[in-house]
C-alpha cells in the first residue's frame, strides 16, 4: 500500500509512534509518505520506501495566526496524486484530521477518493480537543474519518464521554521494537552518572505542567533520604526551569541531572532502575512503555490508560494522582532489595513484551485493508 502518514515531527509520543510506525510498515513493503513541517526526530534514514515531504507555511505580515490547516491539505493533494498515495493516517486530531478531510474533499473533485485513518492520543482529546474553541471541529473531523482508532481502552472512554461521535473507534495501543531495547549494551555507562551503591531514577517528558514533573523530585527527594540515590531527567519544557529551582531549593543539585532532549534515551534507560511518571493524565505512557522494554520498573500514577501498561505490582506500582507519599513507599519497595528489584525488572521486561510491534502493526494494517477495500 501507499500510505501518507502526517504527525507532529517532535519528541512527543504520537510523533514517535506514528515515525516507528512508519518506519516498520515501510519494512514490510508498503511505500510511506511522511508528511509534516519539519523531518520527524526519530526519522533517521530514508529510503525507496520512505520518503519525507516537508509543509511550507510562509511567513506573510497579514496573518497573525500562519495557516498551517491550510499548507498541509494543500500539500495532502499535491502529495496524493503526484504519488499516488492510496491512504492517509492522521496521528493526533488537531489539525491533522481537520486538513486531511479538507484534502479528502479537494480530491474528491478530482474524482480521487483517499480514506482516512485518524488516530487519537490522548491531548488531542483530554486537554486540547475538549476545549469549547476547538471541541465542534474535532468532533466533525473524528465523525467524518473513515476509521479512528485510540491508543487505549481509557483513551477510547473519554472520547465517548467528552464527544459525540458516530464512529466506531478501534483500540489499537502504542507499541514498541523490543530489539531496539536490548539492555545488552556494551557501552552502558552507568559508571560516569553514579558510583556502585547509587540506584538510577529516571524521569523522561515533555515538561509540560501535566506530567506532574515537581512530584518527580519530590518522590526522588524522599528516597534519596532514604538510600542513595541519582535522578535522570530526560527532556525539555515549559516545566524544566522551575523543576531546576525545586532541586535547587531542596539542596539536591549534585545528584539530578537534566539532559534536556536526547535521541538516545535507551541509553539513558540502560542504566536506570526506576521510572516515575506521575502524570495528571496519560492516554497510554509511551515513556513508561520504553523504560519497561528497557527493564526498567515503573512507579506511575494511576491515570488515563496507564493501568493498561504498568501492571500494579508486577511491572511496578501505580498510585492516586498526587499521592507522593504512596509513590515514595511503592519506589523504596522495589529498590531497597537487590533481589526485589530484579524480580520487577524481569516483570516489567515480560510486561513489555505484551507491546511488541510485531503483534501491533498488523492491526493497523488490517484497518488500512478493510478501509480501503470499503472503496
Ligand atoms: O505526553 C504528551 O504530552 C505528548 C502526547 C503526544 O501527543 O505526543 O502524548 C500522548 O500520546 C502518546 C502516544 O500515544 C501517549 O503515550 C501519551 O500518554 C499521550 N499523552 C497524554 O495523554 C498526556
Do not use: W
Not at 500539500?75 to 496524493?80: E, F, N, T
Not at 490522548?122 to 480537543?129: A, E, K, Q, R, W
Not at 517528558?205 to 524522599?222: H, Q
Not at 532541586?247 to 516515575?276: A, M, P, T, Y
Amino acid at each position: 500500500m501507499k500510505i501518507g502518514i502526517v504527525c507532529y515531527p517532535t519528541f512527543g509520543g504520537s510523533g514517535v509512534v506514528a515515525t516507528e510506525l512508519g518506519l516498520e510498515l515501510s519494512k514490510r513493503g508498503h511505500e510511506i509518505h511522511f508528511i509534516t513541517y519539519k523531518q520527524p526526530v526519530r526519522l533517521e534514514l530514508l529510503s525507496k520506501n520512505v520518503h519525507f515531504h516537508e509543509v511550507h507555511v510562509p511567513e506573510y505580515p497579514l496573518f497573525h495566526y500562519q495557516p498551517y490547516e491550510l499548507a498541509l491539505s494543500s500539500k495532502l493533494v499535491d502529495m496524493v496524486k503526484l504519488h499516488g498515495i492510496e491512504l492517509l493516517h492522521v496521528h493526533y486530531a488537531i489539525p491533522h484530521a481537520y486538513a486531511a478531510y479538507m484534502a479528502q474533499q479537494m480530491l474528491k473533485d478530482d474524482g480521487v477518493y483517499v480514506p482516512i485513518v485518524t488516530t487519537l492520543h490522548g491531548t488531542d482529546i483530554t486537554l486540547v480537543g475538549s476545549h469549547p474553541f476547538y471541541k465542534p471541529a474535532v468532533t466533525f473531523s473524528i465523525n467524518k474519518s473513515d476509521a479512528v482508532t485510540s491508543v487505549s481502552e481509557s483513551l477510547k472512554q473519554d472520547t465517548l464521554r467528552l464527544f459525540d461521535i458516530k464512529n466506531e473507534i478501534e483500540v489499537v495501543p502504542n507499541f514498541i521494537d523490543i530489539e531496539k531495547h536490548q539492555p545488552n549494551f556494551t557501552d552502558c555507562q552507568r559508571s560516569m552518572m553514579a558510583t556502585d551503591d547509587e540506584l538510577i531514577i529516571t524521569h523522561i517528558s515533555n515538561f509540560r505542567e501535566v506530567k506532574n514533573i515537581p512530584d518527580v523530585i519530590k518522590v526522588f527527594y524522599n528516597i534519596q533520604k532514604e538510600i542513595p540515590a541519582k535522578l535522570m531527567m530526560v527532556g525539555e519544557g515549559p516545566e524544566r526551569e522551575p523543576a531546576e529551582n525545586l532541586v535547587k531549593h531542596l539542596g539536591i543539585s549534585n545528584k539530578v541531572v537534566f539532559f534536556g532532549n536526547s535521541n538516545e534515551i535507551d541509553r539513558i534507560l540502560c542504566f536506570s532502575d526506576l521510572f516515575l511518571l506521575p502524570s495528571q493524565t496519560e492516554s497510554f505512557g509511551l515513556a513508561a512503555l520504553e523504560a519497561m522494554a528497557s527493564s526498567v520498573p515503573v512507579v506511575s500514577s494511576n491515570s488515563g490508560g496507564l493501568s493498561e501498561v504498568n501492571k500494579d505490582g508486577y511491572s511496578g506500582y501505580l498510585s492516586d494522582v498526587g499521592n507522593v507519599e504512596e509513590m515514595t513507599r511503592n519506589a523504596l519497595k522495589i529498590l531497597r532489595n537487590k533481589e526485589t528489584l530484579l524480580v520487577f525488572k524481569a516483570n516489567a521486561k515480560a510486561q513489555s513484551l505484551n507491546f511488541d510491534l510485531h503483534a501491533i502493526v498488523p492491526k493497523y494494517e488490517a484497518i488500512y485493508e478493510k478501509t480501503l477495500s470499503e472503496y
